[in-house]
T-cell receptor, first 113, second 115 residues
């Protein structure tokens, strides 16, 4: 069966520090991968999606970047965090062009102080 | 780009009663999927129900059913016999049925089931 792992679950980082959140998927190949951010009490904002290794589409120009170094690995990064980067980050996958739903990781609560 | 709108930020319902959550969307696609996801306090996203746009029959999953009006681009969720465990954020979502390179969510509706 397919599983998705996202870590860490909680992170407190100072302003100006770097960020690296990792997401891996098991049990499937060539998934579509997504990073979403959920601000407090708000909906899910699509940040990045990837349809293959090295292929990243950005939805919102901002302080964050994403990379897909391996087929089932998706990384969200920042060189210098801002206070506004605080939020709940969710990684998700769907099974490529014919996928019929998205499956989500447990999420990372990021607090920038 | 597709947009999804949920116009009810918060709703409440008495236990055992029925509640309907609204969702509208905008797309030029003819084939797509619509979803309702539930996010309980644990923050884990749970798929509640899925509707394929080419199917005229409304999807049902036990106490959960949808009213899908393709021409009106409306996709509401009805929860029957509400239970305390239904308390959660509910998100409506849209995904193209081919080359689904993104999945769009509405702002969510916070549902509280009262005892």
């Amino acid at each position: 069966s397919q599983t998705i792992h996202q870590w860490p679950a909680t992170l407190v980082q100072p302003v100006g520090s770097p960020l690296s959140l990792e997401c891996t998927v098991e049990g499937t190949s060539n998934p579509n991968l997504y990073w979403y951010r959920q601000a407090a009490g708000r909906g899910l904002q699509l940040l990045f999606y990837s349809v293959g290794i090295g292929q990243i589409s950005s939805e919102v120009p901002q302080n964050l970047s994403a990379s897909r170094p391996q087929d089932r690995q998706f990384i969200l990064s920042s060189k210098k965090l801002l206070l506004s980067d605080s939020g709940f980050y969710l990684c998700a996958w769907s099974s490529g062009p014919s996928g019929t739903e998205a499956f989500f990781g447990q999420g990372t609560r990021l607090t920038v102080v | 780009a597709q947009t999804v709108t949920q116009s009810q930020p918060e709703m409440s319902v008495q236990e055992a009663e029925t509640v309907t959550l609204s969702c509208t969307y905008d797309t030029s696609e003819s084939n797509y999927y619509l979803f309702w996801y539930k996010q309980p306090p644990s923050r884990q996203m749970i798929l509640v129900i899925r509707q394929e746009a080419y199917k005229q029959q409304n999807a049902t999953e036990n106490r959960f059913s949808v009213n899908f009006q393709k021409a009106a681009k409306s996709f509401s969720l009805k929860i029957s016999d509400s239970q305390l465990g239904d308390t959660a954020m509910y998100f409506c979502a849209f995904m193209k049925s081919y080359n689904n390179n993104d999945m769009r969510f509405g702002a969510g509706t916070r549902l509280t089931v009262k005892p």
